[in-house]
């Protein structure tokens, strides 16, 4: 089983990220829980998502000690770097952070993405996520990259004008590690 927990602001995409894991999860017939969680203020707000992946069904979607963590702000990253398993991931959005979890946590394998700065290189500012995301599927190998590329294809089929720049950003984050 795969436990990942996805924080930030609202409107950094923390929500949909967790969302394209589930969704290549059950392209992939494997089982899939996602539990937003999210401030009434929604954009500029905290927000977060918890994802468990597995091949069998999965009992909860409460998420105690994530395998994998992915914050991309300030705020999260202080709430949650220090619930991570010993020897789990941390994905770092260090456009917006600059502390090390090295200064905190030596026990756990870190990725410092600077998803905003690429994500803007790229012409997507609002992609950030889709950055890190890239970062974290070729890390984990959870899925392959054209799971990913296809289920973001699938994901914004109803506004197709950003497929192309969406899975831009993917690639930029995923040819990173």
């Not at 030596?106 to 890239?134: F, M, R, T, W």
Request: glycine share 10%; hydrophobic share 40%; with cysteine.
């Amino acid at each position: 089983m795969e436990k990942i927990i996805v924080a930030g602001f609202g409107g950094q995409g923390v929500l949909s990220f967790g969302q394209l894991l589930a969704y290549a999860a059950l392209d992939e017939n494997k089982a899939a829980t996602w539990l937003p969680s999210y401030g009434p203020e929604m954009r500029g707000g905290t927000a977060s998502c918890s994802v468990c992946i597995d091949d069998v069904a999965v009992a909860s979607p409460v998420i105690a000690v994530p395998d994998s963590l992915v914050v991309m702000n300030k705020p999260s990253f202080d709430k949650y770097v220090g619930g991570v398993k010993k020897g789990g991931r941390i994905f770092v959005n260090s456009s917006l952070i600059t502390d090390k979890v090295e200064d905190t946590r030596k026990d756990c394998e870190v990725y410092y993405v600077d998803a905003n700065a690429i994500a803007h290189e790229v012409g997507n500012d609002k992609a950030s996520n889709l950055v890190v995301l890239g970062a974290y599927i070729k890390v984990t190998g959870l899925y392959t990259k054209e799971r990913m590329l296809e289920t973001i294809a699938h994901a914004f089929a109803a506004k197709p004008q950003f497929i192309e720049s969406n899975q831009a950003c993917f690639i930029a984050g995923y040819n990173l590690y």
